[in-house]
């Protein structure tokens, strides 16, 4: 009588997370991709320092596997996992402000939505000691006075809870902006000259008002008229009776010179020479 033997049955190993190679370049920071790496390692049952530094190898490239190979598989036999990480966090960790700083530094800019301005501050809020309600309002701060004035009205005590009512205000802001009607822009109105000539206008010209001061009715622009000058010279006589007088005076005196007897032999400078000119 044969007696058969059970066959065993292995137990399914787990399946392996899949994780980005760490390049030393990623927008991910060490510190988070090592917490990624960690649950690998703790979803494969790996908790000897020496497989874990070994299974580190197989998920670095680029820069990060470089440094490996310089300081940390040297001193692979020995190298705890603490000290593997630390060397990690010192040679690619960024040297940032304070994340409470940072948040404060957050405001919600013209290219932002209420989710992305909501998600890149709680990156740095929840890296920060802070209660949900402080939280809720360092994230008020960050908005325009339109947002705050609408939200210090309302009791926000999470910050799940100030998201859903800060969604909901942009909301009703959006809409309010699409149905209110737009002023069309108005093309400038051109300026136009205040002297005109045929030549600029298609109108014909009036007309001319100083043709018509001198008697005459002539039809052509002002900045054209022959008659310009004589016109300032009647206007200025006119507003200068002065004027008109010594201009009487000089024609007398051509007159009087003109009429003389050509046979008169006295010079003209001998009519003055009986009298007596004081000079001032």
């Given at each position: ?12 190993q ?15 920071t ?6 990624l ?8 049952n790996?908790?000897?320092d ?16 470089s ?22 966090i ?12 940072a ?9 932002d ?13 929840e ?6 309600q402080?939280?809720?309002?360092s ?16 009791e ?17 802001m ?14 400038p109105?051109?300026?136009t ?17 100083i ?5 005459r009715?002539?039809?052509?622009w002002?900045?054209?008229c ?5 016109n300032?010279?009647q206007?200025?006589?006119?507003r ?7 201009d ?5 005196r051509d007159?009087t ?7 008169d032999?006295?010079?003209a ?12």
């Open positions: 009588m044969s007696t058969g033997s059970t066959p065993v049955i292995p137990a399914s787990p399946r392996e997370p899949k994780l980005e190679l760490y390049s030393g370049t990623n927008e991910i060490i510190n988070d991709w090592l917490t790496f960690e649950v690998i390692l703790a979803t494969l790996i908790n000897v020496r497989d874990r530094a070994t299974k580190l190898m197989s998920y670095l490239t680029g820069d990060a596997l440094f490996y190979a310089r300081s940390i598989a040297p001193e692979l036999s020995t190298i705890t996992w603490a000290d593997c990480r630390q060397r990690l010192t040679r690619f960790g960024s040297c940032e402000v304070s994340p409470l700083v948040a404060n530094q957050r405001r919600l800019n013209r290219q939505t209420i989710k992305s301005y909501f998600d890149a501050k709680m990156a740095l809020l890296r920060t000691s802070l209660t949900p402080h939280i809720a309002d994230l008020t701060e960050g908005l325009p006075m339109t947002y705050r004035d609408l939200l210090l009205a309302t926000i005590t999470t910050p799940e809870q100030w998201l859903r009512i800060s969604r909901r205000i942009e909301t009703n959006t809409a309010t902006n699409t149905s209110r009607p737009s002023t069309p822009n108005r093309p109105t051109p300026k000259s205040r002297t005109l000539n045929a030549t600029t206008s298609s109108r014909s010209p009036p007309q001319c008002q043709c018509q001061r001198l008697g009715q002539e039809y052509h002002h900045s054209e022959p008659n310009k000058i004589q300032y010279r206007y200025y006589d006119n200068n009776p002065n004027n008109r007088r010594n009487s005076r000089n024609n007398h007159n010179h003109t009429d003389r007897n050509p046979n032999t006295h010079n400078d001998d009519h003055y020479s009986d009298t007596e000119v004081i000079l001032p």
